[in-house]
């Protein structure tokens, strides 16, 4: 899946092997410092000398970070071994970033640029306890004073702020209500004084803290993009994250995974191998299948922030709530599996309890899954009418994952999407181009949803798809959001290389099977046996088993 | 006020009672939709209702940046009118 670049490799192998004992970045070094709460110190010093952060800056600024599934790639070797190692050291930074990239003007990005490229940490100081995802909400105010702002309130809960040189921040400019009212400033240094250290179930090694700011001055060269601008530069900004930052935390699906085949091969049970038992093989090949469904997915809506940026508010959105659910879920599962061994924090599958904790943050941190699905409601009317009602081509650029991506222009990213979704559209071209079998036969019922779906959203009154939408309205957003991630599959499948494992039918008919409406029933046979066969390859390889197979080190 | 104009108003003060729930007599013109509690992501369906009306091509953000029925009657009067001379 879309060629690895070499630098991933790279990194993986700097990384070096989970289960190497002395390794200082292995899994008994990362549960160690988990133990203490404390970052893993050597983990920092390999992202430090592959030098990370210039996968943070656009190529246009002195970095390396030309595409969007390129950088999540790369985080993926980091998230396959200790979540909050990525989150500490390179996830506020990026999230500052694309504020920047999207908002700033060329002096500011290149002093954000050269904070970067020189190893300094950006804070995203956008969060306020007090109004969770409701960001328009925010109350910390920069106040118009003798040709700049006086800041003056609370940030809660920001990850590394502390060890940060410089934070974006979002701040009330205006106070009546209303989406003009905020805006981004860059500060350098971090204002105000550190509020205590927030404790965590899971990620303890980042230092979540904050920032208590009272009347501190900056110059009016401190605001990003337009005085008012703040809420607008959020929300297209954050469709980069929103993709990226669960398309990453994949890798921790893979490492779980790997545990669980480590551990239920060599266990036994019952007389036999546990891992030949029914009930385990299905419930592995389950949580292959949605890997790769998972991948795939993230992978097109990566894609389609280079291609169809104008689009992006709906991809993202989708990305949030479904690649988390489906990670959120599929190690739950795993969990059951290990049981006893899911919870242990030490010993060979140790590192399960802690990747379980660290995951959480992928469903609300950043922004709320519920939130993504808020987002997505008032879209649903003019997306039928304008896009699922209307056929389009099959848009082959947004599924070849090999093909070449342009560059990512963060000025065409849109606060919606205009009713356009491509990927959609181009549903029934894509149904008639597939390749009579069983992958089109398990896909024909999903003309009648799409045609379902279009008929009864684009009927939807806008006046009930605020905060205040009744449950049944939310219900159609998994459904289109199901939707989307099946047609991805499709696409990816229809346009995989011959060879490639993304090519073999099995992936996906698990992943229309296991996202069917009104699905109850197990993987047919052959299919689980496709799957199993090839994680365990996969696994007797060192490969990973997400879409690019990469090798792993050993 | 030119009846092309009044007539835009109406139909736009009909379109925001609607999301508010309200009759047209209790939605001022001149007040900021946010006023009312009309959220910052609902209010940006209007200008693709808008777009479907008047066969116009718009800034998704229309609606932030001419926050009052009043203020968007005047910018859609303008386009409109860009819209046929051309």
Redesign the interface.
């Known amino acids: 899946m879309s060629a690895t670049p070499k630098r991933a490799d790279h990194l993986e192998a700097l990384l070096g092997s989970l289960s190497d004992v002395d390794n200082p970045v292995g899994s008994a070094a990362i549960l160690d410092a988990d133990e203490r709460a404390e970052p893993l110190v050597a983990g920092e010093a390999v992202l430090a000398a592959f030098d990370l952060n210039a996968e943070l800056v656009p190529p246009e600024h002195g970095g390396r970070f030309d595409r969007v599934d390129h950088l999540v790639e790369v985080l993926r070797s980091v998230y396959r071994r200790d979540p909050a190692l990525g989150l500490g050291y390179a996830v506020g930074s990026l999230i500052a970033g694309v504020a920047v990239w999207t908002a700033a003007d060329t002096e500011q990005a290149a002093r954000a640029a050269r904070l970067l490229l020189g190893g300094g940490r950006i804070a995203a100081a956008f969060h306020e306890l007090a109004h969770g995802n409701d960001i328009a909400a925010a109350e910390f105010t920069a106040t118009p004073s003798d040709g700049g702002f006086l800041l003056s309130g609370r940030k809660e809960v920001i990850a590394g702020i502390g060890r940060a040189s410089a934070a974006v921040i979002f701040a009330r400019t205006d106070p009546s209500p209303g989406p003009r009212s905020h805006s981004l400033l860059l500060v350098e240094p971090v204002p105000g004084e550190p509020l205590p250290r927030f404790t965590t179930a899971g990620v303890r090694g980042v230092w979540l803290g904050g920032v208590a700011v009272d009347r501190h001055p900056v110059p009016e060269s401190a605001v990003l993009g337009r005085v008012g601008g703040g809420l607008e530069t959020v929300l297209k900004a954050f469709q980069v994250t929103r993709t990226a930052l669960p398309a990453m935390a994949t890798g921790v699906l893979d490492t779980g995974l790997r545990i669980a085949v480590d551990h239920l091969s060599t266990r036994r049970l019952y007389g036999g191998a546990a891992i030949d038992l029914p009930h385990v093989r299905s419930v592995l090949a389950a949580a292959f299948a949605d890997l790769l469904r998972a991948e795939a997915f993230a992978t097109v809506a990566a894609r389609a922030l280079h291609l169809v940026p104008g689009s992006a508010s709906v991809y993202s959105a989708a990305v949030k709530i479904e690649v988390s659910r489906l990670l959120l879920d599929a190690m739950d599962r795993l969990a059951e599996l290990l049981g006893a061994h899911s919870y242990l924090r030490e010993g060979p599958s140790g590192l399960f309890q802690k990747l379980l904790r660290d995951l959480a943050p992928v469903g609300f941190g950043h922004i709320a899954r519920a939130t993504a699905q808020l987002s997505l409601l008032p879209q649903l009317p003019t997306l039928a009418r304008r896009s699922w009602a209307v056929p389009g081509p099959v848009p082959v650029d947004l599924l070849d994952l090999d093909a070449d991506l342009p560059p990512l222009r963060y000025d065409r990213l849109a606060l919606h999407a205009s009713g356009r979704d491509p990927l959609t559209a181009g549903h029934g071209a894509l149904l008639d181009s597939l390749p009579p079998g069983p992958v089109r036969a398990a896909a024909a019922a999903d003309r009648a949803e799409l045609a379902e779906l279009a008929r009864v959203c684009a009927g939807l009154p806008v006046a009930e798809l605020g905060a205040d939408a009744r449950p049944a309205h939310y219900d159609l957003v998994t459904r289109y959001v199901l939707l989307l991630v099946r047609t991805a599959c499709l696409g990816v499948w229809r346009h995989a290389p011959p060879g490639d494992f993304l090519a073999d039918p099995a992936w996906p008919l698990a992943a229309l099977h296991r996202c069917a409406p009104g699905r109850t029933t197990p993987l047919p046979g052959p299919v689980e046996d496709a799957l199993v066969t090839e994680l365990l390859d996969r696994h007797g390889g060192n490969r990973s088993f997400g879409g690019t197979a990469r090798p792993l080190a050993s | 006020m030119s009846a092309q104009t009044r007539d835009l108003r109406d139909w736009l003060v009909a379109r925001v009672a609607?999301?508010?729930?309200r009759s047209p007599q209790d939605v001022d013109p001149a007040v900021?939709l946010?006023?009312y509690g009309?959220?910052?992501?609902?209010?940006?369906?209007?200008?693709?209702?808008i777009?479907?009306e008047y066969d116009l091509v718009l800034d998704?953000?229309l609606a932030?940046?001419h926050?009052t029925i009043d203020a968007l009657t005047a910018v859609l009067t303008g386009l409109i009118e860009a819209k046929e001379r051309a």
């Not at chain 2, 609607?18 to 729930?21: G, H």
């Not at chain 2, 009309?38 to 209702?49: E, F, H, K």
């Open positions: 609607t999301y508010l729930r900021p946010a006023e009309l959220d910052s992501l609902t209010a940006l369906a209007i200008s693709t209702d777009e479907d998704p953000a932030w940046d926050p």
